[in-house]
């Protein structure tokens, strides 16, 4: 690897002020389980690593009734699924930190990474966009938010400046009667890239779905949010023709290219698949049975 | 000794075992079955292996743990085209580097000489070993080696690598076979002339040798036939996978010996290839085989060890080099990808009455496909006397080939044991009885003429039939249930066995025979069954090539059978001479001493080995002996594999519920590291089968260097491999050894494949089959 | 060079080394400080063969930076044993001859005894899937995962006797 520096602000306004110095030859480092491999094979060539896992904001894990779940960008997955909250409260997301990497993957990799690293096939970004996760960013120059689905410009590129850092994102409460879940489709059981992953959010009232959110990863640039698969869903019965449809709708979306884990034909397939079994285990997980 | 407390007697406790004569099936289910053919006091037990302690602590010792003062690290820069004429390369930038000792290219390297070179499990011309170790002229792969560096550390040698500047005039490549033998298509060797059935002709060619093999007349054979079945069949490219990346450290000694550390199958290979390369005499090459963390065949090719001598020799210090997994990838021995066709007949009776094959493979960037074993295999399992075999060795622009556990077997297998379902399926037969009533057995000829000794076939297919799995439901829609069989040879070659007794009676056992999965402990029971001791008191060491008598490779499933029959002589030695000094002790004549068990008696008068150990320096001093071999009595060994796989019809996927591994070894010396090796082929023919390949762009580069990317199973992918050991004795082995390591991974891709097909309809052809290929052949369907 | 002065725990030892920032925690664990039983076997995070544990996760080393490691707790496969007592998982993979080349051994010892550590009776699955991170090619994981099924029921039999 290139030769590098290494900084580890303790607080927010240490580590902005770094990003502030260094500008894009900074790079976060949470788990770098991405970041470290792209330094090794010459992907990456920033000068600086700046670890942020001792800034205190970036650590949090906190879940309030009112402003939901705060989730600071390097909290490592293990975490995540670690609190009984969270597994509770949003098991879309546990759906996405239970299968990025292994075990000890988890023990390093972080959602906010994760969505920093914008790889078209990054596991939580689908399922924090159904959650309607919106992203924190800090900068010396002030604060902003950005929801997840406008957050990935490309691959490999967002809307992250030069000097600003990812702090949390924020997931609001789930509204009575919804479910989520995440669902990638890949040749082996764990230790893969999603060929394709669809995740959705759907809430449910009187028999009827109240709204719907449907996020597709690995089938364009960056991850898939389909408006139209939501739409497909609202106000209508809860049953399995509103699931074809939102399936369908995804699967039209979908622009996926043909690469050495799928061709795009296969691919849209998969979004329909996954999208129709993603929403009937939402669907159960709201508390109703599909039969 | 080890200070850790293990009890031999809870390692052995686990299984029960079936006795000599129940068939599988009776008397329960058994997870991993033993059907033994004869009892010993130590062989066929399960004894904690002797390097255990070491290995489950971390103090084993492998090669990249090698930590000489002085060290340098080195690098080796890489071709990152498929087919290139190298125009120039400029190592100056990388000289003038901070922390840069040396660079070496091929320039450093003295001409190849026009001989050949034992390779380990055969000869192939040194120049292809040569032209692979630094490329000269032209690169013929990605991942091909230019140019060396030696530096400070492993960051600034690679930093410096990629400084050197290389121009490369870009050529046309070719992926597969194939494409390769296209009239149009670009040659690797401008010096490569087809041999066309064993003669040499004068037309360059990407085919390096063309043959064929008849038995009776298989015209007459298909016309008489109620059932033909004819079918193509491809496999890509797949590598052995074995978790430690190669390693070498070498130091070229100021007194001009060169002593080298490394990961290998055989470190005489090592030795030999190096002092060839190098131009130096062999005894001053001394190699030191450390820990080899897997094999499987791809271990005994020599890639970096003379390019790390020739930076050791210019920097006149240790240099010490370690690949990368995407260098393990790119440069070393995959196995062959291949293109089959095959073709059988078979009368309504369910007599097989015609096979026919035609194999090319990929050998890679030099001719070496291994497609000859996979030809001599095809139709290894049937007894039938009319076979026609031709087989295709063709360049392409991939890795040199290296050996991969029954090299050329697997993909041949593939296609015939599919095709063999579909004939039995017409003439309305049950797969097994099918194989069953065309089985080989004793005196069955085989394609490339010679006939069978006693061989297992038969057995390892009643087995099968027998075994509870075959007759289980499958209890689910979209599942499916598929067999197979396949043959492997094994190889006999040559061995050293030194055995050393100390006074308080245990005995030092020396050998060369790099152990990489229990072989110590399989050679150390054939001594301590000859010499009536526990195997805990027989101690084995894998010394260097200085310290032991010549050995070849670890590899064709030999170590057991050869060098335990190597350990076998030299403990029969060690009897005459403690028969000797009992009767020196008794005043009586050797002859007179009786030996059985560890003890030696005559004339009423008795003393065990420790006792007779003890007095050896009274008797006339240390015990000693040593015993070299060269085995004629191979013993083929027979396997078959059950799968059932449950397939998703929605995304291809294939999922293997369960497995077993069925297998003739002749005797399991020890029958933990006897599953463990079933098991072991069983799940690297199941990554075979469903996911693993190299993915090759348009451009002849591999897309999916790593371990992420090459999808070898994981615990998560797999149920528990079951095994039916079955023990058909080699007669031409003391103990009935025929060699466990290698025929189990014939099996499986076929046995998938069937299984795919008993569950959804379809033939999968071509490996491997990956959700995306089984989707796409479904939805065609 | 500007290299970094690093104070850690390493198998309960406190230790320092100096290191430069490029380098991972699994390169000064072999390269400066000797410790070889953590193996590499693809530098990426795929293989498992580095796992030792941080601060009591389980970890590749090749993802860590040696700097990291900078106030933490690390224990290797060196620091599994007990003096002269070998770990439940060590004995068990002795005796269910769980290891055949034996250089994912370390990475699949300390990554099953951290799975015991939290779940004294996992299941098949449970085993199966803790483990999909470390790869092996030589078993086919069947001794493995038994190995961690028997030392699972021995841990449970002395912790109730």
């Known amino acids: 690897m290139h030769w590098i520096d290494y900084a580890r602000p303790r607080t927010l306004d240490e580590c902005l002020r770094a990003f502030a110095e260094h500008g894009s030859d900074a790079r976060a480092l949470a788990g770098g389980t991405d970041l470290l491999v792209q330094m090794r094979t010459g992907r990456r060539t920033n000068g600086v690593v700046v670890d942020v896992k001792a800034v205190p904001e970036l650590n949090e894990l906190r879940y309030d009734r009112d402003a939901g779940l705060t989730l600071g960008a390097a909290v490592p997955c293990y975490r995540i699924y670690g609190s009984e909250t969270v597994c509770r409260l949003y098991p879309g997301l546990i759906d996405t930190v239970s299968m990025i990497g292994g075990t000890q993957i988890q023990g390093r990799a972080s959602v906010g990474g994760n969505l920093c690293n914008a790889a078209p096939s990054a596991d939580a970004v689908p399922a924090l966009i159904a959650l309607r996760a919106a992203c924190r960013i800090a900068s010396a120059a002030g604060e902003r938010e950005v929801p997840v689905e406008q957050f990935c410009t490309g691959p490999g590129r967002s809307v992250l400046g030069a000097s600003e850092v990812l702090v949390s994102l924020r997931l609001p409460p789930p509204p009575e009667g919804s479910g989520a879940c995440y669902l990638r489709f890949i040749p082996r059981n764990e230790m893969d890239i999603a060929v394709a992953g669809a995740g959705v959010a759907v809430t449910v009232a009187n028999g009827r779905f109240a709204d719907g959110r449907v996020a597709l990863a690995s089938v364009a640039p960056t991850p898939l949010f389909v408006k139209a698969a939501g739409a497909a869903l609202r106000g209508e019965p809860v049953g399995r023709a509103a699931l074809a449809r939102a399936a369908a709708a995804a699967k039209a979306a979908a622009r996926p290219i043909s690469d050495m884990r799928g061709t795009a034909e296969y691919r849209r397939n998969l979004c329909e698949v996954l999208t129709r079994r993603a929403l009937e285990r939402a669907v159960e997980r709201a508390g109703v049975s599909l039969a | 000794m080890s200070t850790f407390t293990v009890d031999p007697a809870r390692a052995a406790a686990p299984r029960r075992e079936s006795s000599g004569n129940g068939g599988p099936g009776v008397g329960g289910y058994e997870p991993n079955m033993v059907l033994a053919s004869a009892t010993f006091d130590v062989v066929g037990t399960r004894p904690v292996r002797h390097d255990g302690a070491d290995k489950v602590t971390g103090r084993a010792l492998y090669g990249a743990d090698v930590h000489l003062s002085g060290t340098l690290h080195g690098a080796i820069l890489r071709s990152p085209h498929a087919h290139a004429r190298i125009q120039s390369v400029d190592t100056s930038r990388a000289e003038g580097m901070d922390g840069v000792f040396a660079v070496v290219t091929a320039a450093d390297l003295p001409p190849a000489e026009d001989k050949l070179v034992d390779v380990g499990e055969g000869e192939t011309k040194l120049a292809y070993v040569h032209g692979n170790i630094l490329a000269r002229d032209k690169v013929l792969y990605q991942g091909h080696a230019v140019a060396a560096v030696a530096a400070s550390s492993p960051h600034a040698a690679l930093e410096a690598a990629r400084a050197i500047d290389v121009e490369y005039e870009l050529l046309p490549s070719s992926m597969t076979a194939p494409d390769a033998m296209r009239e149009e298509a670009e040659l690797l060797h401008a010096d490569l002339f087809k041999q066309e059935f064993g003669e040499k002709t004068d037309q360059p060619s990407n085919v390096a040798e063309h043959f064929a093999w008849r038995l009776g007349d298989v015209e007459a054979g298909f016309a008489a036939s109620d059932a033909v079945v004819e079918r193509v069949f491809d496999t890509a490219t797949v590598h052995q996978g074995y978790i430690e990346p190669h390693n070498v450290t070498a130091l070229w000694n100021h007194d001009g010996r060169l002593h080298i550390w490394c990961s290998t199958q055989g470190a005489f290979v090592v030795r030999d290839v190096t002092a060839k390369i190098l131009e130096i005499p062999v005894s001053s090459v001394k190699v030191t085989p450390m820990e080899i963390g897997g094999g499987f065949g791809g271990k005994i090719p020599v890639y970096m060890e003379p390019v790390a001598a020739l930076l050791s020799r210019k920097t006149g210090r240790p240099v010490k080099i370690v690949m990368s997994r995407e260098e393990v990838f790119l440069s070393t021995g995959p196995t062959a990808g291949s293109h089959v066709r095959v073709k059988v007949g078979a009368s309504a009776d369910g007599r097989i009455r015609a096979m026919e094959a035609t194999l090319a493979y990929e050998a890679g960037a030099y001719p070496g496909s291994f497609v000859t074993p996979g030809g001599m295999c095809v139709f290894a399992a049937y007894d039938c006397p009319n076979l026609s075999v031709e087989c295709f060795d063709v360049v392409v622009n991939k890795p040199s080939c290296a050996a991969y556990r029954a090299p050329g077997a697997p993909q041949a297998a593939f296609a015939a044991e599919q095709v063999i379902d579909e004939v039995a399926a017409r003439v309305g037969m049950d797969p097994v009885d099918f194989r069953l009533r065309n089985s080989a057995r004793e005196g069955t000829r085989r394609v490339d003429g010679p006939k069978f000794r006693r061989i297992g076939c038969e057995e390892v297919l009643r087995a099968v039939r027998d075994h509870p799995h075959y007759r289980a439901p499958l209890g689910g829609p979209n599942r499916g249930r598929g067999v197979a069989v396949g043959f492997w040879f094994n190889v006999g070659l040559e061995s050293t066995c030194t055995l050393n007794v100390n006074a308080n009676g245990t005995v030092h056992l020396v050998e060369g025979s790099t152990d990489i999965g229990g072989t110590r402990t399989s050679i150390a029971m054939q001594a301590a069954e000859v010499l009536g001791i526990p195997a805990e008191d027989i101690l084995p060491e894998v010394v260097d090539t200085d310290s032991v008598g010549f050995t070849s490779v670890t590899g064709g499933s030999r170590t057991t059978f050869a060098t335990g029959w190597a350990a076998h002589d030299a403990a029969q030695k060690i009897v005459s001479e403690m028969k000797a000094r009992a009767s020196k002790l008794w005043s009586l004549e050797p002859d007179q001493v009786r030996h059985s068990k560890g003890v030696y008696s005559a004339n009423g008068r008795s003393a065990g080995f420790r006792e007779l150990a003890g007095q050896c320096s009274r008797t006339g001093g240390p015990v000693s002996a040593t015993a070299t071999v060269k085995p004629r009595g191979v013993g083929g060994s027979f396997a078959a594999a059950i799968a059932d796989v449950a397939v998703d019809p929605e995304t291809g996927k294939v999922d293997v519920l369960r497995f077993t591994a069925v297998q003739d070894v002749g005797k399991a010396v020890h029958p933990s590291y006897v599953e463990g090796q079933m098991q072991g082929g069983s799940v690297q023919g199941i990554g075979w089968s469903l996911n693993e390949e190299y993915c090759m762009g348009a451009d002849g580069t591999m897309k999916n260097s790593t371990l992420l990317d090459y999808r070898m199973p994981t615990s998560l992918d797999l149920p528990m491999i079951d095994t039916c050991i079955v023990e058909v004795a080699n007669p031409g082995h003391p103990f009935g050894v025929r060699g466990v390591g290698e025929a189990n991974i014939v099996p499986p891709l076929a046995a998938i494949a069937n299984a795919v097909h008993d569950a959804t309809g379809v033939r999968m052809r071509r490996l491997p089959m990956s959700p995306p290929a089984v989707w796409s052949e479904i939805a065609r369907a | ?161």
Not at chain 3, 93 to 112: D, H, N, S, Y
Not at chain 3, 121 to 144: F, H, M, Q, V
């Open chain 3, 1 to 161: 060079m500007r290299s970094a002065h690093v104070e850690t725990t390493i198998n309960g030892q406190p230790a320092e080394f100096l290191c430069e920032p490029r380098q991972s925690l699994l390169e000064v664990l072999r390269d400066v400080l000797r410790l070889t039983g953590t193996k590499e076997g693809c530098n990426d995070g795929n293989c498992g063969a580095c796992t030792v544990e941080m601060d009591g996760r389980i970890v590749p080393a090749c993802l860590v930076l040696g700097v990291e490691a900078e106030g933490a707790e690390i224990l290797t496969i060196e620091g599994v044993a007990q003096g002269s007592a070998l770990h439940e998982v060590q004995r068990a993979f002795l005796e269910g001859a769980a290891l055949q080349c034996g250089v994912c051994t370390p990475g699949f010892i300390v990554a099953a005894k951290a799975l015991l550590d939290r779940n004294p009776d996992p299941s098949e699955d449970e085993i199966r899937l803790w483990l999909a991170n470390n790869l092996c090619r030589c078993t086919g994981y069947d001794k493995i995962v038994r190995s961690v099924q028997a030392a699972a029921r021995i841990q449970q039999q002395e912790s109730a006797s």
